[in-house]
């Protein structure tokens, strides 16, 4: 039974910081990629930063340079460094998992696994 569940969302002022964290459970592939998907109202989930099993990393441009994502395979969890938020980081943030092939774009559907969300507000 694979289980993921995100934390460490909350409220920030703009300019601040947030360290979201994924704790992962039953998750048996032996590549897998692992994903950050926030999605706000009225918008369609926007991938952000995924991190495979060999580390490689990729971000969305509108999160470039601000956030980080990082993994402990030893707590089998996933991290997001989130600085310099801003109101438009407003969102609801989801970890994701799936097979190593799911990082090679940004399409949800990709994903097998998913937690029920932290919420991020940057006001």
């Known amino acids: 039974h694979v289980q993921l569940v995100e934390s460490g969302g909350g409220l920030v002022q703009p300019g601040g910081s947030l360290r979201l964290s994924c704790a992962a459970s039953?998750?048996?592939?032996?590549?897998?990629?692992m994903v950050w998907f926030r999605q706000s109202p009225g918008k369609e989930p926007e991938g952000i930063a995924s991190?495979?099993?060999?580390?490689?990393?990729n971000y969305a441009d509108s999160v470039k340079v601000r956030f980080t994502i990082s993994q402990d395979r030893s707590k089998n969890s996933l991290y997001l460094q989130m600085s310099s938020l801003e109101p438009e980081d407003t969102a609801v943030y989801y970890c994701?998992?799936?097979?190593?092939?799911?990082?090679?774009?940004?399409?949800?559907?990709?994903?097998?696994?998913w937690g029920q969300g932290t919420q991020v507000t940057v006001s």
């Open positions: 994701g998992a799936g097979p190593l092939a799911a990082c090679g774009g940004w399409w949800s559907g990709g994903f097998e696994y």
């Open positions: 039953g998750v048996t592939y032996s590549s897998y990629c």
């Open positions: 991190i495979d099993s060999d580390g490689s990393t």
